[in-house]
């Protein structure tokens, strides 16, 4: 074996990541609980695996296998958490997630402020969803807008394996409701597997591309076609600074906001619908906080305004494109 293949990090995939986390925080703090429809090992360990041999090694008492009702799966973790449990609830699609709506936004987001901070609600909501699969429009929607529009809950989404893991941890041990939003594709793209312990902090945007001309907001699965965009433009001497948000709320608005005044050109690319999104606020603050600094008007990329296709070919002209980020970046740049 060659020094460089005995030095390459590690590879994993998201599924792993989320297993490994879910591993070192029960391990770690026996007040940390996990269930969910089909997550103990008897039902398979969860649709994708992320709960496989939990059960086993922790007991049905801290990881069980729930009936198919997402608002009771919801209740169930809003009193586990204000009786002193970590509970972390996986709403197996994102969609189902409307079905709790009201434990999550009028309980278990509100709780803490309606009491006088006397009770925390520490829960983590593990949802997935995603579009590119052919999954259909109840099961591919990113509706991270809605809850990020509720005070009192965080919102979550990452863009590799490390983060996965990372941010994962920094959730369950925060005290207040967290909702860690999993992409469909990103589980099974493989990335450096992180060291044990390894946590990040929410609230803390990354910066895997710095650059000089244009700055790239995203967050989730298009951060690697972000990515992707900056590498191949740095060949024609275009140099793009991609910001991963990371997390939603709380957003580092601060690493926003140098990086839009380096550049003076912003580009934001979400995954979810464009039209009153997660994008809109970012480039309101950023016209609030940077417009003396800005060389254009900040750029918005998200999907149509349309339930997700079922349709491949369809739903490929929903979503957004390298080639759409490439475009929005050379017409910021004139």
């Not at 005290?175 to 312990?197: K, Q, W």
Request: net charge negative; glycine share 10%.
């Amino acid at each position: 074996m060659s020094a460089e293949a005995e030095t390459k990090p590690a590879q994993i995939i998201g599924v792993q990541a989320i297993n490994m986390a879910l591993m070192e925080a029960m391990e770690a703090d026996p007040t940390v609980l996990v269930f969910g429809e089909d997550v103990a090992d008897p039902e398979g360990g969860g649709v994708l695996k992320c709960t496989d041999g939990l059960s086993t090694r922790f007991g049905d008492h801290r990881v069980r296998s729930t009936p198919i009702s997402e608002q009771a799966i919801m209740g169930a973790a809003v009193g586990a958490a204000i009786a002193g449990m970590r509970p972390v609830a996986e709403i197996m699609l994102m969609n189902f997630i409307s079905v709790a709506m009201d434990q999550l936004v009028n309980h278990a987001a509100k709780i803490r402020y309606m009491s006088g901070g006397a009770t925390s609600v520490p829960l983590v909501v593990r949802t997935l969803t995603g579009a590119g699969m052919s999954l259909g429009g109840q099961h591919s929607d990113m509706l991270e807008a809605w809850l990020a529009h509720t005070p009192g809950l965080k919102v979550v989404i990452p863009s590799n394996p490390a983060d996965y893991k990372g941010l994962l941890l920094s959730c369950i041990e925060d005290d207040n409701p967290c909702v860690f939003i999993e992409n469909s594709t990103l589980m099974y793209t493989p990335g450096d597997a992180p060291p044990p312990g390894y946590k990040v902090p929410l609230g803390k945007a990354s910066t895997p591309r710095v650059g000089s001309d244009v700055t790239l907001v995203s967050y989730g699965r298009p951060v690697l076609d972000c990515i992707a965009v900056a590498d191949k433009l740095a060949a024609e001497g275009i140099s793009v600074e991609v910001v991963d948000l990371r997390t939603i709320v709380p957003m580092d608005e601060a690493a926003i906001f140098a990086s839009v005044g380096k550049t003076g050109r912003v580009v934001i690319v979400h995954e979810a619908v464009k039209r009153f999104g997660v994008g809109a606020e970012i480039a309101a603050r950023i016209n609030e906080e940077c417009h003396g600094q800005l060389k254009a008007p900040v750029g918005r990329i998200g999907a149509k305004y349309s339930p997700v296709p079922f349709s491949s070919a369809l739903e490929k002209d929903y979503i957004w494109t390298a080639a759409g980020i490439e475009a929005a970046v050379r017409k910021v740049m004139g």
